[in-house]
């Protein structure tokens, strides 16, 4: 059983940066694939980042390259999702998650998820 809680989130200009965080429980937390995905409202989930098990492995939605980066952290079971010159456009709930498929970038291929946290990025 893995346990996610997401931080980081908040109100942005657009240009600015956030760092999201997500904590991890679980001894066999480097065993998993994390990923990011975000929600705005009216729209489905979708996929935003994903740093396989062996951390070496990243995949990044198009719509994010060059702008987001995902990594583990020093900090033991940490995941964060570095955002650099946010744009309106990425305001929405962003949710981490954890999972068994090798760079998945479906939600169908995470077994857990944690609850969102809110980015919201202003004109």
């Known amino acids: 059983q893995v346990q996610l809680l997401e931080s980081g989130g908040g109100l942005v200009q657009a240009g600015g940066s956030l760092r999201l965080s997500c904590a991890a429980s679980g001894r066999t937390f480097n065993s998993y694939t994390m990923g990011w995905f975000r929600q705005a409202p009216g729209k489905e989930r979708e996929f935003v980042a994903v740093?396989?098990?062996?951390?070496?492995?990243?995949y990044y939605a198009d719509s994010v390259k060059g702008r987001f980066t995902i990594s583990r952290g020093n900090v033991q079971n940490t995941v964060y999702l570095q955002m650099n010159s946010l744009k309106p456009e990425d305001t929405a709930v962003y949710y981490c998650?954890?999972?068994?498929?090798?760079?998945?970038?479906?939600?169908?291929?995470?077994?857990?998820w944690g609850q969102g946290t809110q980015v919201t990025v202003s004109l």
């Open positions: 740093l396989n098990s062996s951390g070496g492995g990243t």
């Open positions: 998650a954890a999972g068994r498929s090798t760079l998945g970038r479906s939600w169908h291929d995470y077994d857990y």
